[in-house]
């Protein structure tokens, strides 16, 4: 059973760009989450999503960010006109079906790291 | 709101020695703890969950940890370190699909 997968690892962009970061959950997951980790931080919640829904994006920059996860294929984080400040690492995690209250453990991505230039 | 703390930015162990890591959580109700080790440049990996029942848990790599209420703590430990288990250590507390993150606790092993 593969992991979760991220693509690309490293991504290199110029000021004023598009970043787009994808996710494919562990197959049988359902639920992705995308955390940012900026250097000597720990990881930081940006938003979660089940199939075709955005089910938590509290953490998510207002502006210039935003999420999906069609109902075919992988899960996307994209960020519009980048500036340097959007430099960091960007982990996708996944976790099967949440019954009741429960929280499930999340199983993460090896992350792609963003260098804005 | 719930929050997780690591008291600790760094620790240097030796090689053979004991090590633990601190793990402090604000939360409600019990909440889900985990912890995770990262390696450099690579994603997290799951070391031990608690989730209910025996306050002791055993995870992958010889760690443990423990829960215990009354002091809002989860602390991760491991007998004696490998050079191996040089990386940094996240804790986290999850609630309805939500992971909080501590800052991490980056480990050095020593010969």
């Known amino acids: 059973n593969a992991g979760v997968m991220q693509n690309p690892r490293h991504l290199v962009r110029r000021r004023g760009q598009e970043a787009r970061l994808r996710c494919s959950p562990m197959?049988?997951?359902?639920?992705v989450y995308w955390y940012r980790q900026l250097p000597e931080e720990g990881l930081k919640f940006m938003v979660y999503l089940q199939k075709e829904n955005i089910i938590d994006e509290s953490g998510m920059p207002k502006e210039r960010f935003s999420a999906e996860f069609p109902k075919e294929g992988p899960s996307i984080l994209r960020i519009q006109q980048v500036v340097r400040g959007d430099s960091a690492a960007y982990f996708c995690a996944s976790s099967p079906v949440i019954a009741g209250d429960s929280t499930d453990t999340q199983y993460f991505g090896p992350g792609t790291r963003l260098t804005v230039l | 709101a719930q929050s997780v703390t690591q008291p600790d930015i760094h620790i240097t162990v030796s090689e053979g020695a004991s090590l633990e890591l601190r793990c402090n959580y604000s939360?409600?109700?019990?909440?889900?703890l985990f912890w995770y080790v990262q390696s450099p440049g690579q994603g997290l990996q799951l070391l031990l969950k608690y989730f209910s029942g025996d306050t002791l848990v055993q995870g992958i790599k010889g760690f443990e940890a423990e829960f215990k209420r009354s002091q809002s703590s989860f602390n991760l430990r491991k007998p004696s370190v490998h050079w191996s288990d040089a990386a940094e250590y996240f804790c986290a507390v999850g609630a309805q699909g939500k992971f909080q993150f501590g800052a991490g606790t980056q480990v050095v092993v020593t010969p």
């Open positions: 939360y409600g109700a019990t909440p889900y």
């Open positions: 197959k049988g997951h359902s639920h």
